[in-house]
T-cell receptor, first 113, second 110 residues
Framework: GNSVTQMEGPVTLSEEAFLTINCTYT??????LFWYVQYPGEGLQLLLK?????DKGSNKGFEATYRKETTSFHLEKGSVQVSDSAVYFC????????????FGRGTQLTVWP | SQTIHQWPATLVQPVGSPLSLECTVE??????LYWYRQAAGRGLQLLFY??????ISSEVPQNLSASRPQDRQFILSSKKLLLSDSGFYLC?????????FGSGTRLTVV
């Protein structure tokens, strides 16, 4: 089946620390992979995406590389800020006509000044 | 521009009461629409999807139902809420550019 396994949280970091949130997936075919962010009191926003193997998605200093050999899409940022505090969701889209997303459980990130 | 509206933002309802959450989209026609739920400590789970007016598919059996009375309107309902219906409900639609999510409804059943 299709599933996403995401690093358990919560993650607490000091400002300017390095961030990694692990995400691995199981899917048939060649899915697209996404990271979504949910700031307090808001809905989900697309952070970055990658549609094929070895693609690197990047946005706002965050990066993730689509690794088919390890079925992973880990999220990284070199220097986090307090404003990055949010819940981060890894997700995949198999590309079916239905177009549903399969989400990980989400990782709560808190950054302290 | 393409936007999605979802309301209310928060809702506190007693057990056994009815529920109606509404989602509307603008700037597109015949979108695929979705209802997701995030229960406490869990990930987002697809509840319903719709590919057109009157066409509803359910992903999991539950105490909820969905309807699509108009092309750009998607409604989530319940006749009698359960405590386990508490959670964060998100409406979404999909275009060729990807997914757009509403701002969500935080439902607390007491």
């Amino acid at each position: 089946g299709n599933s996403v396994t995401q690093m358990e949280g919560p993650v607490t970091l000091s400002e300017e620390a390095f961030l990694t949130i692990n995400c691995t997936y199981t899917a048939t075919g060649y899915p697209s992979l996404f990271w979504y962010v949910q700031y307090p009191g808001e809905g989900l926003q697309l952070l970055l995406k990658a549609t094929k193997a070895d693609d690197k998605g990047s946005n706002k200093g965050f990066e993730a590389t689509y690794r088919k050999e390890t079925t992973s899409f880990h999220l990284e940022k070199g220097s986090v800020q307090v404003s990055d505090s949010a819940v981060y969701f890894c997700a995949l889209d198999r590309g079916s006509t239905l177009g549903r997303l399969y989400f990980g459980r989400g990782t709560q990130l808190t950054v302290w000044p | 521009s393409q936007t999605i509206h979802q309301w209310p933002a928060t809702l506190v309802q007693p057990v056994g009461s009815p529920l109606s959450l509404e989602c509307t989209v603008e700037g597109t026609s015949n979108p695929n629409l979705y209802w997701y739920r995030q229960a406490a400590g869990r990930g987002l789970q697809l509840l319903f999807y719709s590919v057109g007016i009157g066409q509803i598919s359910s992903e999991v059996p539950q105490n909820l139902s969905a309807s699509r009375p108009q092309d750009r309107q998607f409604i989530l309902s319940s006749k009698k809420l359960l405590l386990s219906d508490s959670g964060f409900y998100l409406c979404a639609w999909r275009s060729v550019y990807g997914y757009t999510f509403g701002s969500g409804t935080r439902l607390t059943v007491v």
